[in-house]
């Protein structure tokens, strides 16, 4: 398709607009050429002094399963925050989340790999660049996402769980549950103005 047709225009405009973080999934395994395939899109991203700086770390099966208790662990750093933020039935919906991450069969996790003539801000922004690559990439072959900081409470686990070996060097800056959707939540609503100056 014509990356300049009005057609494509309409395309990526709802595959943005209608991405919506995804809290609850099937159970259904995704097929692990599946998974490479949209975190190498993920690849594609731009990133400060084309350094590519983005590590991805997989989690499925009883990994995945294992990784549930600390995902619970991270939830005692947020509670006390999110009870006073959210209402009542959102804060059960979340520590639900948190307590099984709503089933989601893949969890991918992003580091950096931080280089002393690289900025410190844009190795993070070059990973999170990558990730959103990812966040759509699922969208458009039908599966949920949610991109989660949480992770980022318990980093010291996080970096166990995976390997310090593996995690020599790198720097832990989000997660993302991945699989197919088992809800339609709303939009959350956008604020759009105030949001640009023009000088
Ligand atoms: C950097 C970042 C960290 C986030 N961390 C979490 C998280 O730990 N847990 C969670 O449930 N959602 C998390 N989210 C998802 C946001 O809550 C969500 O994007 C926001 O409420 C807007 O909703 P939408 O993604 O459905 O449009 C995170 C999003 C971003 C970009």
New binding site residues.
Partial sequence: MDHHSKEFQKALSSLIQE?????KYKKDPLPKELIEKIILQGCWAPSGKNLQNWRFFVATGNKRDEYLKLSQK?WLS?KDVLQKKLKPSLYEF?ER??FTLGDAPVIIFCYSNNHPEEKYKTSIGSV?MA?ENIILTAQAHGLGT???????EIKEDVDNFIGKEKVKDLELI??I?MGYPDHV?P??P?QLEGRITWL
């Avoid at 991405?19 to 809290?23: A, F, Y």
């Avoid at 949610?146 to 980022?152: F, S, T, V, W, Y």
């Fill in positions: 991405r919506r973080s995804i809290r991270s947020l979340t989340f948190f999170y990730a949610c991109a989660m900081g949480a992770p980022l989000c997660a549950a939540p939009a959350a956008r």
